[in-house]
């Protein structure tokens, strides 16, 4: 009975291991940047140095389409993101994104909280790669962008097929 039960446990173990997917491959396109009152030359929301995994240093740029409100904290919005690479060789990648975006208490109807550049923010959404690198292009993800002081951090995952 003890060998049935050791053969039963060691064809389920084989067979449970053939059956799990294997896991989602990702490339995170990760930044870390501060930002304070208006901030140089950058006209989109947010802008930030990057470096993007096989295809180098450039600069991730964040502009909105839609901003709704939902509750007193948070807002549902649209966007279109933008890495365009040091490397003029490498085509501009373009992903149209829309998540949630959140701030606490109730800073975002504080006056002048729209156009406070201190108001700390987390914002969490999915984005495709409508154009770009042609190996890239159709690509879905999920992003998780965080702003608190001057502090931008994020990360742009991106699910390989």
Not at 5 to 27: D, F
Not at 37 to 47: Q, S, V
Not at 116 to 125: D, I, M, R
């Amino acid at each position: 009975m003890r060998r049935f039960l050791a053969a039963l446990l060691a064809a389920s173990a084989v067979l449970g291991a053939t059956a799990v997917p294997a896991a989602a491959q990702t490339v995170d396109i990760q930044f870390r940047t501060a930002i304070t009152k208006p901030h140089g030359t950058c006209e989109a929301i947010y802008c930030a140095p990057v470096t993007v995994p096989g295809y180098g240093e450039g600069t991730l740029t964040f502009t909105d389409t839609s901003f709704e409100q939902i509750s007193r904290s948070c807002a549902e919005y649209s966007g279109i993101t933008q890495v365009e690479f040091v490397d003029p060789t490498i085509e501009t990648i373009v992903m149209t994104e829309s998540g949630v975006v959140c701030f606490p208490g109730n800073s975002l109807n504080a006056p002048g909280g729209v156009h406070s550049y201190g108001n700390p923010f987390h914002q969490t959404g999915t984005f495709v790669i409508e154009s770009g690198p042609a190996e890239l292009v159709g690509l879905s993800g999920t992003t998780d962008v965080r702003f608190a002081g001057a502090a931008l951090r994020g990360v742009y995952s991106i699910e390989l097929e």
